[in-house]
C-alpha cells in the first residue's frame, strides 16, 4: 500500500484530521493484515464520517459546547487530565449538578497552546476538561468517583487506550489542600479495592492554569456523533460511564 493510498484511508477514517495520535494511524504503520482491516474499516465508516459531519451538529438536541459560565456565582471548579477530552468532557456534562465542562490544556509551561502545540509534547499540557458545577448538587468526591472510575483508566501511563503520549496523561488538578487529601484517598481506596488489575498512576499536581481549547474541539463527541475516532474509543467509554453512574446523571442528558 503506498503513502498516497495510506493517506486517502486516512483522510476517510478521520475526516478533520484531528486525532494525531489514534488508533487509526499506528494501524497505518503496523502489519499488513491490520492495513487489510483498517482498510475494510474505512468503507464502513470512513464514508459516513466524511459526508455526516456538517449535518452532525443539527441533529443533535442540545449541544455541550458551551463556554465556562458567565456567571461563576455558587459555582466550584475542578480540572482533570484523563485522555482525549472529547469522551471526558461529555462524561462530566452528562452529570446532575454540572453547568459546563470546557475542553482545554492544563499542566504545561506554554501560555495559549494550540492543538497542534500541545501534541508535539514539547508544552509539557494535557488534554484536560475544566468543570463548573454545583456544590449543592453534585460533590467533588462524586466527581472523583467519575474520573477515576467512569470516565478514564487511571492505571496508564501516558496513554489513554490508542492514543499515546504524555499529553494524555492521567492528572488530578487541586485548588485546595483538602481536595488534595481527597484525591490522595481516593486513589488509595481505588487501589485497595482491585478495581483494576494495576496500580493508578494519576499525577496529583497543584492547579495553575487552564487554557481553553479551540472552539472546533468543545462539544465534539455531541456535534459529530458519527465520526469515526468517537464511534470506535469515545462512544464505548461514555457508555460505560452511563452504566456504572446511571443514578448521578442529567435527565434528560
Excluded at 89 to 112: I, P
Excluded at 167 to 188: C, D, G, L, N
Amino acid at each position: 500500500m503506498g503513502e498516497a493510498e495510506q493517506g486517502q484511508i486516512l483522510n476517510k477514517l478521520r475526516p478533520d484530521r484531528l486525532k494525531a495520535n489514534c488508533v487509526h494511524l499506528r494501524l497505518l504503520t503496523s502489519s499488513p493484515m491490520a492495513k487489510l482491516k483498517l482498510y475494510l474499516l474505512s468503507l464502513l465508516l470512513g464514508a459516513a464520517g466524511c459526508s455526516q459531519n456538517t449535518s452532525d451538529a443539527q441533529s443533535v438536541a442540545r449541544s455541550t459546547a458551551g463556554p465556562a459560565p458567565k456567571d461563576p456565582t455558587g459555582l466550584a471548579v475542578a480540572t482533570f487530565a484523563g485522555g482525549c477530552f472529547w469522551s471526558c468532557e461529555e462524561t462530566f456534562e452528562e452529570l446532575r449538578g454540572v453547568k459546563a465542562a470546557v475542553s482545554g490544556y492544563a499542566g504545561g509551561s506554554v501560555a495559549h497552546p494550540s492543538y497542534e502545540q500541545v501534541g508535539s509534547e514539547d508544552t509539557g499540557h494535557a488534554e484536560s476538561v475544566q468543570v463548573y458545577y454545583d456544590p449543592k448538587q453534585i460533590s467533588y468526591q462524586t466527581l472523583l468517583n467519575v474520573f477515576f472510575l467512569g470516565a478514564h483508566n487511571p492505571t496508564e501511563l501516558n496513554r489513554q487506550g490508542p492514543d499515546e503520549g504524555p499529553q494524555y496523561r492521567s492528572v488530578a488538578f487541586y485548588r485546595t489542600p483538602q481536595e488534595k487529601q481527597e484525591i490522595e484517598a481516593t486513589i488509595k481506596r481505588v487501589n485497595s479495592s482491585g478495581h483494576y488489575s494495576d496500580p493508578v498512576v494519576t499525577q496529583v499536581t497543584a492547579f495553575k492554569q487552564f487554557w481553553p481549547a479551540e472552539e472546533y474541539h468543545q462539544g465534539f463527541y455531541r456535534r459529530h456523533p458519527n465520526q469515526p475516532y468517537i464511534q470506535a474509543v469515545s462512544r464505548p467509554k461514555v457508555e460505560k460511564f452511563q452504566k456504572e453512574f446511571k443514578a448521578d446523571l442529567k435527565n434528560p442528558l
